[in-house]
T-cell receptor, first 118, second 119 residues
């Protein structure tokens, strides 16, 4: 249980185009989803927190007009990288706040999306 | 500022040996400490977690030791296997208010430890 999927698993796009990444909770409802970014051999950096039906909360330094987040339903959140540039190339990982484990709300992570901007 | 400090950055262990990864934190408001395992090109998977009112938690070959006074916690992998070769992240969770009286846990991750287990 508590499976999170992401689509696509990898994407290559030209500079200046927009790319949409989907994050789905497959067997549970997630009122809150998180978007992380991970550079090679580095840790996960939280970009934003999205709550179903409301605006996302972005971390300091993350451009909300560049990284558009929509949490339209209890099982789907999307991240759109607008006007992508090579420096946006990264591994994007979502997580969903799922069933508690040991009385603590737990984040379940998706498999990630590798974005390469040429 | 790194909220959670993790060491070592890389670790090489022989098959059957014990792998030990250490983490430290400063913020006493952290109330949940999970460990994640990540294979190349995959998302992190929850491995084991502990709350600060417990000093040790064991699940199979994986054990978390937690020292609240020292603000340190560690992951021990007993009888390490080549299949354990992965990157391990410690994390700490803090409650943040999200409006209407509700809170949720926000995770802060360590920098990761790349574990290699030689056969």
């Amino acid at each position: 249980g508590a499976v999170v999927s992401q689509h696509p698993s990898w994407v290559i796009c030209k500079s200046g185009t927009s790319v949409k990444i989907e994050c789905r909770s497959l067997d549970f409802q997630a009122t809150t989803m998180f978007w992380y970014r991970q550079f090679p051999k580095q840790s996960l950096m939280l970009m934003a927190t999205s709550n179903e039906g409301s605006k996302a909360t972005y971390e300091q330094g993350v451009e909300k007009d560049k990284f558009l987040i929509n949490h339209a339903s209890l099982t789907l959140s999307t991240l759109t990288v607008t006007s992508a540039h090579p420096e946006d190339s990264s591994f994007y990982i979502c997580s969903a706040r799922g069933p508690s484990a040991g009385g603590v709300d737990t984040q379940y992570f998706g498999p990630g999306t590798r974005l390469t901007v040429l | 500022q790194q909220q959670v400090k993790q060491s070592p950055q890389s670790l090489i262990v022989q098959k059957g040996g014990i792998s030990i990864i250490n983490c430290a934190y400063e913020n006493t408001a952290f109330d949940y400490f999970p460990w994640y395992q990540q294979f190349p090109g995959k998302g992190p998977a929850l491995l084991i977690a502990i709350r600060p009112d417990v000093s040790e938690k064991k699940e199979g070959r994986f054990t978390i030791s937690f020292n609240k006074s020292a603000k340190q916690f560690s992951l021990h992998i007993m009888d390490s296997q080549p299949g354990d070769s992965a990157t391990y992240f410690c994390a700490a969770s803090i409650r943040v208010r999200v409006g209407r009286g509700s809170t949720l846990g926000r995770l802060y991750f360590g920098r990761g430890t790349q574990l290699t287990v030689w056969p």
